[in-house]
């Protein structure tokens, strides 16, 4: 029997999929058979409903307890998970609450003295409200680690980890990733009752859009001035993402003064900013987002056409995660990196999983064009570039997920 003839009736017609993810087919039993579990699965693969969907069976919405958690590493992605559940919740009798961060703390409190069903919310506030004795963790019979590897990192690793183990005797643990290294595994399998190891990859996807990963070559001192440029590229749609939340800082003083129509997001932004930054990308008044990572994680943003490494990323978690942001719902799309001369080294241990080699790209005459600036200037010139470009081929990365919407 598929997982779907289990739901109940209101559920059942609110799944109005052709079909289902993956990671939804091998998660969803599972949790609804009461199992641990460690989800390994590409970004965009619909591992949101893949937990949502079996919570919702497995609570009680008339027990005036809050009996899931939810946990996630930052405000954007626990909205996220908000909004989801809202949807799915509607005419039940589940309610949610969201428990993040630089939002008003005294207005969570009296919105817990409620017993919302489920909470979703970031590691630092929901440990502050479980040390007051606000959150009741020992009627916790469910916990989810979404971006599980950030999660389980040394970052949060304490916290999550007192979570867990001041939550009822009998709870069920979840923690799903796009990326799960063998260090998160054993983190996770301490505070677990042998858990199952479900991992999807990338082929195993349905419907999957073509990415390009490209890179041009830029000296560090004109990478600002190469965003403003793009910024101003008609279609594109671009997330970028930088290393360091001072270099951010800086970009977006020199942005702002020659009106580049970008927005940052970062996680010393209030609520409200984070908010209008996000509207403005999403309404099309913003044409790239510059973010860090932890203030991307999660972010599930339509159309985008570009994810742009300003600088490049220090591991390969950090490439799949920002890269897996675009080519989603069957969509193509382009992973762009920034390369200078000290990081080229570094961009080639990044891509050399990739099925062929990046391609090199140009800026020329108010565009990106594939080629090198030996190329642009032999093509200008009339004469054969020799072997500069030789070597050159996409490499298209099948990624992506069906359906316009988070899953």
Known sequence: MSWIERLEPQF????????????QSKMIPAMLDGRDIVAESPTGSGKTLAYVIP????????SKKTEALVMAPSQELCMQIVEVFREW???TDVTVTQLIGGANKQRQIEKLKK???IVVGTPGRVWELANDRK??????????????DQLLGRDHRTDVKSLIGAAASDCRVAVVSATITDEIRLVAERFMDDPLQLKVTAEELPKQ??????????????????????????????LAFINNTDQLLMKESKLKFQDAPVAVLHSGMNKM????????????TVRILIATDVAARGLDITGLTHVIHIDVPRTEEQYTHRSGRTGRAGADGEVLSFVSYPDE?????LTRALPGKPVQKVWHKGSLIEGSSKTVQAASSGKPAGNAGKGQRNSKQKEGNKGGKRR
């Open 345 to 349: 080294k570094t961009y080639r241990k």
């Open 209 to 238: 859009g073509e990415v390009t990963h490209s890179f041009i070559k830029v000296d560090e001192r004109d990478k600002t001035d190469l965003i403003r440029r793009l910024s101003h590229v008609e279609g594109l749609r671009g």
């Open 12 to 23: 059942r017609e609110k799944w109005t999929f052709e079909e289902e993810m993956p990671i």
């Open 55 to 62: 919570l919702l069976m497995l609570v009680d919405g008339t």
């Open 115 to 117: 017993k919302p069903t």
């Open 273 to 284: 900013e984070r908010k209008q930054a996000l509207d403005g990308f999403r309404d099309g």
């Open 135 to 148: 959150l009741k963790m020992h009627d916790i019979r469910h916990i989810v680690l979404d971006e599980g």
């Open 89 to 91: 919740t509607e005419g």
